[in-house]
């Protein structure tokens, strides 16, 4: 159990962090796992899938990745092994090519000399951006630096390297800038039943400003970022972190002051143009269409799989 608690420990971290890279990530500990193990096979599978769901709550990806893994077959225990190994890779490579069908896909949707907004560090987003960039349609980026963590730095950072021109902003710029942006592109941890995203907290704020200046808001997610238990009636837990990310000790102190610091909010499908995933570019009212097609939601339905700590059962 050890390799699946430092792992879990990493995303808890967030030195492994993003929603489709956590799923990657799980499932390929989960695969490594299973071929470490001998004797007790499903029962210290189920732990360490619990261990791992349990690490961060609000990205959906974790739960499908570790919800597809788990659903190995076989008799012997070799069997199953095989089989939970067969699913993890099918999983990684299903993460690893949507990436690339949603730099294409999204990339037809902005136009030459562009001007795109984007929010914390989205592979998904960037992926667009890199492939617009790639066919000479963006002129310039602005991210915004996405306190407290400041994964916009991650984002800066990339799309320099990667020769893209980068206006990095504080958060409370966003308004004050979308007036020269063509486009916004932000990734997505969740995408509900109804349409709505949930994503990197300041997002909403950012899709109010877009809506405000009719700049068209585009999120970038793979199919793996859609929630059938919110098909269920089940509501996305916002994660909310520690006060220590967002100040020092002095301010912690004070008598009357609370620190809040949720790291996720959501965003209702009317302030979204088009969600591009790898199948696809689809309007919000969609994702009833994703999820039961794509994710198998009748069966997840018939098995009334719930969250932990019992949906393996
Ligand atoms: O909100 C975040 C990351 O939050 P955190 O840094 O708290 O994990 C990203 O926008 C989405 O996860 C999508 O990323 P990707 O497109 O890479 O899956």
Redesign the pocket.
């Known amino acids: 159990m050890d390799m699946v608690e430092e792992a879990a420990r990493k995303i808890e971290t ?1 030195e492994v ?7 990657r990530f799980a499932a390929e500990t989960l695969m490594n796992y299973a071929l470490t193990i001998r004797g007790d096979f499903d029962a210290k599978m189920k732990k360490a899938a619990e261990r791992l769901l349990n690490t ?1 709550p ?2 959906v ?1 974790l739960f499908n990745a570790i919800n597809f893994v788990m659903r190995y077959e076989g008799k012997t225990e070799e069997e199953k092994r095989e089989s939970l190994v067969r699913r993890a890779k099918e999983f990684i490579e299903w993460v690893d090519t949507a ?1 690339q069908k949603i730099g294409e896909i999204g990339a037809r949707r902005i136009k030459k000399n562009s001007v795109v907004m984007t ?9 667009v951006i890199k492939r617009a960039f790639d066919e000479g349609k963006i002129e310039e980026v602005y991210a915004t630096e ?1 306190r407290p ?1 400041f ?1 916009g730095h991650l984002t800066a950072k990339e799309l320099s390297e990667y020769g893209i021109k980068v206006n990095l902003i504080v958060d409370s710029a966003v308004r004050y800038f979308i007036e020269d942006v063509d486009y916004v592109v ?4 969740t995408i509900t039943a109804n349409g709505a995203l949930i ?3 300041g ?1 909403s704020m950012i899709a109010l400003a877009a809506k405000e200046a009719r700049v068209p808001f585009i999120v ?3 199919t793996y ?1 859609f929630s059938p238990k919110t098909l269920l009636g089940e509501l996305v837990v916002i ?1 909310e ?1 520690s006060a220590e990310e967002v100040a020092g000790e002095e301010i912690r102190s004070l008598k009357n002051v609370r620190i809040r610091n949720p ?2 909010d959501a965003t209702p499908r009317g302030y979204i143009d088009l969600i591009v995933t790898e199948i696809g570019a689809i309007p919000p009212e969609m994702a009833y269409v994703i999820i039961k097609e794509r994710l198998g939601y009748a069966k997840i339905y018939d098995e009334e799989i719930v969250l932990s700590p019992n949906h393996f059962e």
């Open positions: 967030m962090r993003g929603a489709s890279r956590i799923a961060r609000t990205a990806s990436k929010h914390c560090n989205s592979s998904a987003a960037i992926a996405s963590r994964q932000v990734g997505a941890d994503n990197k907290i997002t970038a997610a793979e970022k994660e972190r790291a996720f």
